[in-house]
């Protein structure tokens, strides 16, 4: 019988992997189990997982930023050296608008005249 485990269900794993390695392996209470070693290992997968979307995070937060601020200096510049400003270049031309509909009503209207 194996003595001097600690309570709980950590305790009993470390008291099994302990004596797993004395009987099958042969090998010494100090070497580190596969359990620790992989534990660590996605310890270190996880942390660098998250550093990566952190960085991918930033940079597309600068990328948002810089078109933004890019997107903002070409209406600002539109808005203060277009030339459209003047109330003549606001009024829609009544000329195409006429010949648009005259053309649809041409087109739509064609195969009833037959």
Known sequence: MITGCDRGPGGL?????????????????EEESWWDKRQKRMKKLLKEQTEQAIARHKAEQQCWLESSSASSLRLQEFLQNGESHSP?????????????????MALFTRDYEK
Do not use: I, Q, S
Request: proline fraction near 3%; hydrophobic fraction near 35%.
């Open 13 to 29: 794993r470390k008291m099994y992997e302990r004596y797993a390695l004395r009987t099958v392996c042969g090998a010494k209470e």
């Open 88 to 104: 003549e270049a606001m009024e829609p031309d009544t000329n195409v608008a006429v010949a648009t509909y005259e053309n649809l």
